[in-house]
């Protein structure tokens, strides 16, 4: 069984304030952990080798799932489970919802939280391995070493988006809330992560995700999320596809798209249709994403079947935002 | 519970009674090898073999690396004979001079913390001269490349029933119908929970002590004579996270691996695979290769002849694998009556890690086989599958190819059971339950499989009669001890017998216990295998309780003893002298030519029918199960919440081996999927709905009449399976595992003609 290294203490801050402060302090000695699902895991494998674990989860106020105003807050300690359960989050962002309850299982889902989901590091068949195994294959650019084994020739690490909130969020027009010495910014959920796998996002070592807001969205807007995975009960995405659009008088409109568990930033697709609601409308947009959409050896599943599932998990999509059950 | 068990009125036996190691278990404080660390303890590491094959010219220490408190042992450490004795001599405790697999242990190093262990095993090297590797079993008889022997061929096996193949032609030229299939099943992992850990302790007298994670410590302690040239050892169960029988031969290795470093070093060794490791080092379920032809009468369905060619891939050492071809031969034709039959099998040597022991042992290879290849049948000639196995089913009376007459067959109850039990409503559909809301749109189509398995209870042949396992039953002061290597492995040992001695002598179960499993204390009862320990093992623990009656009875000088109740006997002993009593296995006369292969296969059999619905979902090939109905004869439930236990596990690993269990090499023959995350077993979430009907045909030669049951639930949910996905589709699967990619795959072939009836042939 792997152990997790025993060379690190654990501090529980109460405020932002002093998380912050303790970031400030250790510098790159130091790491956020806030369900620890993911981060254990890596420290496990010999990822990262922190002497300070800063523990979110003492402080007020990070719960928060606020859907009162214009735009809705939610904060980021909130926990996976009861993103998925919460009436009102799956009334109003039923995409969210949905995505929320086909992470991981269901003891990890009730620790893991959404900060830590958005910041979830990336992934890839030859990175989430022991340090024997990646030692015995020789190491990657994302950890020690300077080939990568999946594209071989390439200089850029392709370590695959994994986290099932990002590409719905993305759908959702969300933003997401950094705190840091510097004080306080706001960055659309899109430009917060960028296409390198070995670090996909934009957040700074001293900064901490505090509140994930998405607006209200308009009556008229549909939505839906599809994931492909081996086994329902536990697994990571092999692919997933977070779709929204707007039906108003069975005309489409603002078709959106972002597929993920594919390249380190999820993929919007590009020229989606818009027009009267039709099989020919959704056959057009299933032909973009699968022209699109190519799946890398990168992580399990074969290449070949998961880029055949794009068009597939599409029209689900179509078919779930519809409120359509499939006909046998 | 209070009272219960101590009039024969309210019996512990046929009821769903607690567990002995439940608490234990639950609260931690259950100790497995890993927990225990005793004092002075070195950790072992192991350096395995990079290549498939090579010659080994040497280990090179990287002369960076600090080695000032790192030992290593080589083959010329083996103090005794560099062999693991099983069947053959073949397989080293380490390499020596060719190295035939991938990950062969070559030298083992020991240091003060498993990290610097780790981490010395990673900085020596192993030179070698590659040479080229044999892969393929379908290559491997009388290749040049040698492995084994002149031939490369492990064990061979030859069965003619009947008329044999004349039967075959009679039938032919009466009318019959010939039908045509191939088969074929790869590899599976057992997935013990628990890694393979064992820790080797030097005794005073110069003697060893070996406790870790085991099913058989009578196997350690005949290998460790010969590794250590004497027989002062002891081998003790530590409580065990899971065998499958991978925890059956593959023990004796890393004990071997232990020992060797213990007696170099002088000092105890821990030796605790990693996961990786395990899945890349240790054995897994032989793939086969299996081709049936079958005569059948056109009108009546009737099976009238067989001939069937196995090719089952032994790996690169012989391990257990004549004995897993011996099964697999006398289980070939599933249960069913074929008056002429011509069975071939082969086990062949590749460059690959050995392969072994797995819950069914052979069966689940051969009977996936015989239930796909009468659903070829039906689909060929046009009949009802149920009906055409109802027509060909085992009845009292019939003879197997071994020429066993059977008696008391439970295969038409099981059947009619299962379909009746399968004619309740389904479940609502695990889709729509499903975390998240439930996956929409797919274009699902629903079908219904069903399969029947026979099993063997118990060693194949005369094994129990060679074997003579023996039992002990002690006094304990108020309590009672058994004294068995029978070991609990999760299946519930150490709670059957218990229950079964407490109903013998009438008193509370809580008296007693079952000794540690520890060869320097318990007779050798055999190895905790083959579905044999509730049925043989519990017998002779039924027997030894008896004779401990009857020896209480005898030391007792009053009137009236021989009717006295065990307590009464216990309060009036004369003296407090320890009392232990053995019992030993009695040949019920069972006749077996293992020469001919004629005779008694088995003491009795099981039956099992499972019916399986599934969705498959026609865009990704995923398939969804709704449901799986089993009716399985038990013989006696000695425990029913422990039996349906068995029988549900066992079928959720079926399942497993049906759609998700791919072991995936690489060009080396390593397993490139050696993860929990990529090697896919299905988790209690994924567990359709379970209906588990216990069928009682008792057996006379068991304990209260049970059977064996712990490997018929793993031998037919896989072909159930796939009729369901024919059921559902059209599609026809006849490989194992059945993935995703494999099902759009046979999708795709439907479309094709080559399945039409007219070309079965
Ligand atoms: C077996 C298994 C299956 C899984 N399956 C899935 C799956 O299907 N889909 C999926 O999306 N995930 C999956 N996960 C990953 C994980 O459980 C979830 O993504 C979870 O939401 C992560 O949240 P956490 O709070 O546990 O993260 P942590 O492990 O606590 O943190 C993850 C990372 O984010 C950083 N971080 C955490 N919170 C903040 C914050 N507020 N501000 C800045 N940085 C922060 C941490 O420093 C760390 O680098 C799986 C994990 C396992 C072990």
Same mark, same amino acid.
């Given at each position: 069984m792997l152990r997790i290294a025993d060379t690190f203490v654990v501090e529980r801050p109460r405020t932002v304030a002093a998380a912050l402060a303790l970031l400030d302090a250790h510098g790159d000695k130091a790491r956020l952990v806030a369900g620890g699902t993911d981060i254990l895991v890596n420290i496990k494998h010999g990822l990262h080798a922190p002497e300070v674990l800063v523990d979110l989860k003492a402080i007020d106020g990070l719960r928060v799932v606020d859907l009162e105003g214009d735009v809705f807050e939610l904060g980021a300690l909130v926990a996976i489970h009861d993103l998925a359960r919460h009436p009102g989050v799956q009334a109003a962002l039923p995409s969210l919802a949905r995505a929320a309850g086909l992470i991981a299982g269901p003891q990890l889902r009730r620790m893991g939280t959404l900060g830590g989901n958005i910041c979830l590091d990336t992934r890839c068949v030859y990175i989430n391995q022991t340090h024997f195994w990646r030692d015995a294959l020789g190491y990657c650019i994302k950890k020690d070493g300077t080939v990568c084994h999946v594209t071989k020739v390439g200089k850029k690490c392709v370590a695959a988006a994994s986290n099932d909130t990002a590409p719905v969020l993305w759908t959702l027009g969300a933003s997401v809330r950094l705190a840091s010495p510097r004080g306080v910014r706001e960055l659309a959920l899109e430009d917060f992560y960028v296409n390198d796998g070995e670090k996909n996002t934009v957040l700074a070592p001293d900064e901490i995700l505090t509140h994930v807001r998405v607006p209200r969205p308009a009556p008229t807007r549909r939505m839906a999320y599809q994931k492909l995975r081996v086994r329902d009960s536990i697994d990571y995405p092999m692919l997933n596809l977070a779709l929204a659009f707007d039906l108003d008088g069975g005309v489409v409109s603002n078709l959106d798209v972002v597929v993920s568990a594919v390249a380190a930033r999820p993929r919007r697709v590009k020229r989606l249709p818009e027009g009267p609601l039709s099989a020919a409308l959704i056959d057009e947009a299933a032909a973009l994403a699968h022209k699109q959409v190519r799946p890398l050896t990168n992580i399990n599943g074969d290449v070949a079947w998961r880029r055949e599932m794009v068009p597939v998990l599409l029209r689900r999509a179509f078919a779930e935002a519809l409120g359509e059950e499939a006909a046998a | 519970m209070a009272g219960a068990g101590t009039t024969p009125d309210d019996p512990y036996i046929g009821r769903g009674f607690v567990r002995a190691d439940g608490p234990a278990k639950v609260t931690g404080a259950a100790l497995y090898v890993d927990d225990v660390r005793p004092r002075g303890c070195l950790y072992g590491a192991t350096v395995r073999s990079p290549v498939a094959r090579g010659r080994l010219k040497g280990l090179r220490r990287d002369p960076d690396f600090d080695w000032t408190d790192v030992v290593i042992a080589t083959a010329a450490d083996v103090p005794g004979e560099n062999v693991i004795a099983l069947m053959t001599d073949d397989q080293p405790v380490l390499a020596h001079d060719e190295l035939r697999h991938v990950t062969e242990p070559v030298a083992l190093v020991a240091a003060p913390t498993r990290d610097r262990a780790l981490a010395a095993a990673r900085h020596v090297e192993v030179l070698y001269e590659a040479l080229e590797p044999l892969f393929d079993p379908l290559k491997a008889a009388d290749n040049p490349i040698r492995i084994f022997g002149d031939d490369n061929i492990f064990s061979r096996l030859e069965m003619v029933h009947g008329d044999g193949l004349d039967g075959m032609a009679q039938a032919e030229a009466a009318g019959a119908r010939l039908v045509r299939g191939s088969y074929a099943v790869g590899l599976q992992e057992q997935l013990y929970i628990e890694p393979q850990g064992m820790i080797a302790q030097p005794r005073e007298d110069g003697g060893l002590t070996i406790f870790g994670s085991m099913q058989c410590p009578y196997y350690i302690v005949k290998a460790l004579k010969r590794v250590l040239g004497h027989d002062r050892l002891n081998v003790v169960q530590a409580v065990t996270g899971g065998g499958f029988g991978g925890k059956e031969e593959y023990p004796s290795m890393v004990a071997a691996h232990a020992a060797v470093l213990a007696l170099k070093t002088g000092r105890p060794i821990k030796l605790i695979y990693r996961r990786d490791e395990d899945l890349q080092a240790t054995t897994k379920r032989h793939p086969a290769f299996m081709t049936y032809t079958t005569a059948v009468d056109p009108a009546s369905g009737r099976i009238l002849a067989a001939d069937v060619d196995l090719l089952f891939d032994g790996g690169a050492y012989n391990t257990l694998s004549p004995v897993v071809l011996s099964r697999a031969i006398l289980h070939a034709l599933g249960p069913y009556a074929v008056p002429h039959a011509r069975l071939n099998a082969r086990m062949v040597a590749t460059h690959t890690p050995p392969n072994g022991a797995f819950r069914g042992f052979g069966a689940p290879q051969v009977m996936f086989a015989a239930e796909r290849h009468l659903d070829r049948v039906a689909r060929a000639m046009g009949f009802d599958p149920v009906a055409l196995r109802r027509t060909n089913l085992y009845r009292d009376g019939d003879v197997t190819p071994s020429g066993q007459r059977l008696f008391d067959v439970a295969s038409l109850e099981v059947l009619d059971r299962a379909l009746a039990a399968a004619e309740a409503p389904l479940p609502p559909s695990m889709v729509a339950t499903r975390p998240g809301g439930g996956q929409a749109a797919g274009r699902r189509k629903a079908g219904r499989g069903l399969a029947i398995a026979w099993h063997g209870c118990g060693f194949t042949g005369n094994g129990e009669a060679a074997l003579a396992g023996e039992a002990d039953v002690s006094i304990d002061g108020h309590h009672v001890l058994i004294h068995t =290597?029978?070991?609990?492995?999760?299946?519930g040992t150490d709670s059957i017998f218990p229950a079964i001695v407490a109903d013998v002598l009438g008193v509370d179960v809580q008296r007693v216990h079952n000794a540690p499993h520890d060869t320097a204390d318990v007779p050798d009862s055999g190895p905790t295998v083959a579905s044999r320990t509730a049925m043989v093992v519990g017998r002779v623990v039924e027997q030894a309780a008896h004779s401990l009656l009857d020896a209480l009875r005898a030391e007792a000088q009053w009137p009236g003893a021989e009717d006295a109740d065990f307590d009464t006997l216990l309060e009036r002993r004369p003296s407090d002298a320890p009392l232990r009593v053995r019992a030993r296995y009695e040949d019920a006369g069972a006749e077996w030519d293992p020469e001919t292969y004629r005779g008694d296969a088995y003491p009795t059999y099981g039956w099992s029918c499972v019916v399986v619905d599934v969705e498959v979902d026609t865009d990704t090939g995923e398939v969804l199960y709704r449901r799986l109905v089993q009716a399985t004869d038990v013989g006696k439930a000695l425990n029913p919440v422990l039996a349906a236990g068995q029988l549900e596990g066992g079928a959720l690993q079926g399942l497993g081996y049906a759609t998700s269990e791919a072991v995936v090499l690489d060009d080396?023959? =390593?397993?490139? $999927? $050696?993860r929990l995350t990529n090697y896919i077993i299905p988790t209690a979430l994924d567990a359709p709905p379970m209906e588990t009907i216990l069928v009682e045909y008792p057996f006379a030669g068991g304990p209260f009449g049970a059977k064996g049951i712990g490997e018929i639930p793993h031998d037919v949910p896989a072909p159930a399976v796939a009729a369901a996905i024919e059921d559902a589709t059209g599609a026809v699967l006849d490989r194992l595992p059945m993935t995703p990619e494999a099902v759009l795959d046979a999708l795709e072939a439907r479309e094709t003609p080559a399945e039409t009836p007219g070309a079965a042939r």
């Open positions: - | =290597a029978s070991t609990d492995i999760g299946q080396r023959g =390593a397993m490139r $999927n $050696n």
